[in-house]
Structures are given as C-alpha cells and as structure tokens.
C-alpha cells in the first residue's frame, strides 16, 4: 500500500499513524477521500471555477486553511492583524478629534490608515492594526462604536505562521 508517497504495510493503525507523522514532517501530501452529496459537489465545483482554481484540492486546503486561521485568531491572547473599516459623515461634531484620538491612545496597535473622501460629506477610513485578538478587537469596537460612524468592520486574521 502506498500513502504520502511511503511505501506501507497494511497492519496495525499505529504504523499507519507513523506513516502520517513522516509525512508530515517532510512535507508530503496526504490522500483522503470525501463522501459528498452530488448536488452539492456540482454547486461547489461550479463556484471553485468561477473563482479560479484549476482543481478541488486546492479549493479543499484554502478551505481548510481558512478555518484553522480563523480558529487561532478566535482565541484571545492569540497574534492577529486586522484591517478596520469606517465609514463616517466627517461633518459629526468632534468625531474626527474622537477618531484621532483613539487612534494616538492606540498608536503602538495602528500600523498604517487609509483615508479618503468619498463624497462631500462622507468619509472612508481603513487601519491596520496589529495585536493579542482581545486588544484588536477592543480598539475596533471602540472605533466602530464612535458617535457618527455609519458602517464599521473588522477584518481579522492570524499572525502568526498561516498552516
């Protein structure tokens, strides 16, 4: 039997699991199978095309990838960068001043920002922030949060070394 690429026996499962850790370890890839509804697979086949990929498996590991960094950056003390997004009426009385100082109360989290006018009367204002996921998500609320900003987002993933 082969598997990642290593010649196995078919005997007990912790000589498989051996095979799987060497694999691992040298960075070989690993075969699986996925019992999928038809239907199901259709629509995701018709949406990894209309996205670019060339084959599933690439799709199945941005995925899966997707799913392991958004699960590191849910914990608290975690590393992220995050991009937060305002959009507000810049005629608010004090709101730039509030912005602004948020912004220098934070100053060793904000990396860079964006502003631009979009109209008259509105702006659009994107930060980079870098932190634990608890303090990103404290100075994104708070900004978000401010007095006359219409929309607010934040945008999180890890920092740290993406799987």
Do not use: W
């Amino acid at each position: 039997m082969r598997y990642a690429g290593f010649a196995m026996s078919a005997c007990a499962e912790d000589a498989r699991g051996g095979a799987r850790k060497a694999a691992r370890s040298r960075g070989g890839l690993s075969r699986i199978g996925v019992a999928i509804d038809s239907d199901l697979l259709e629509k995701f086949d018709r949406l990894i095309r209309s996205r670019g990929y060339t084959n599933r498996s690439e799709a199945f590991r941005d995925l899966i990838r997707a799913e392991l960094v958004e699960q590191a950056a849910d914990a608290p003390d975690s590393p992220v960068v995050g991009t937060v997004t305002l959009v507000y009426d810049h005629n608010v009385r004090l709101l730039n001043e509030k912005l602004v100082d948020l912004q220098h109360e934070h100053y060793h989290h904000i990396l860079s920002t964006l502003h631009v006018h979009l109209d008259h009367d509105h702006c659009l204002e994107v930060l980079v922030l870098r932190g634990s996921s608890r303090t990103v998500r404290q100075i994104a609320d708070a900004l978000i949060a401010t007095k006359g900003v219409k929309l607010g987002r934040l945008t999180i993933t890890a920092a740290g070394a993406i799987p």
